[in-house]
T-cell receptor, first 116, second 113 residues
Framework: EAGVAQSPRYKIIEKRQSVAFWCNPISGHATLYWYQQILGQGPKLLIQ????????DSQLPKDRFSAERLKGVDSTLKIQPAKLEDSAVYLC??????????????FGEGSRLTVL | AQTVTQSQPEMSVQEAETVTLSCTYDTSENNYYLFWYKQPPSRQMILVIR??????QNATENRFSVNFQKAAKSFSLKISDSQLGDTAMYFCAFRYNFNKFYFGSGTKLNVKP
């Protein structure tokens, strides 16, 4: 079974530029999450999708961050314009519940963003 | 609001020894799940162990076991026979209600040869 795929793995941009991250969850997983992980801290939820609907985006800085999950499969997280404090690893995760699925999170390898 | 607290930012253990990582949480929910995740340096976060709150028996996965104290809202992870490959950040996580997860701030574990 293929895992959660993310790209790019690394991105370096200057402040005020834009960047986009892509995530493809495990096949059949209805729930998709984007987390921001600043060095030395735990993951912070940015947005949670259930199929193609948003469940929680209360901590998403909507003036600069946007995310979509068209057709309820893969997802894109965009930052425009980027700030220095956006430097972090952006983790995508997916989960499923029911049957043999036990609701745990499966993470991708993350996309490391450096804003100069 | 749900909160997860890991009070040990960093710990060290000698190879082959046993170490316990602490986690406490605060919730008014009765049905929930607790997890320990491992994040090796520059590598993917993976699940170590899972505990359902309705189960009284503590979960065990090979060298990893938990001490789940529901009344005290405590969920510690014990690693026996520590190995160099156990060096990583460990995150305690809490899940309830429609797949909402909350993470602690993590404990950095260093296993020394």
């Amino acid at each position: 079974e293929a895992g959660v795929a993310q790209s790019p793995r690394y991105k370096i941009i200057e402040k005020r530029q834009s960047v986009a991250f892509w995530c493809n969850p495990i096949s059949g997983h209805a729930t998709l999450y984007w987390y921001q992980q600043i060095l030395g801290q735990g993951p912070k939820l940015l947005i949670q999708f259930q199929n193609n609907g948003v469940v929680d985006d209360s901590q998403l800085p909507k003036d600069r961050f946007s995310a979509e999950r068209l057709k309820g499969v893969d997802s894109t997280l965009k930052i425009q314009p980027a700030k220095l404090e956006d430097s972090a690893v952006y983790l995508c995760a997916s989960s499923s519940w029911g049957g043999q699925n036990t609701g745990e999170l499966f993470f991708g390898e993350g996309s490391r963003l450096t804003v100069l | 609001a749900q909160t997860v607290t890991q009070s040990q930012p960093e710990m060290s253990v000698q190879e082959a020894e046993t170490v316990t990582l602490s986690c406490t949480y605060d919730t008014s929910e009765n049905n929930y799940y607790l997890f320990w995740y491992k994040q090796p340096p520059s590598r993917q976060m993976i699940l170590v162990i899972r505990q359902e709150a309705y189960k009284q028996q503590n979960a065990t996965e090979n060298r990893f076991s938990v001490n789940f104290q529901k009344a005290a809202k405590s969920f510690s992870l014990k690693i026996s026979d520590s190995q160099l490959g156990d060096t990583a950040m460990y995150f305690c996580a809490f899940r309830y209600n429609f797949n909402k997860f909350y993470f602690g701030s993590g404990t950095k574990l260093n296993v020394k040869p």
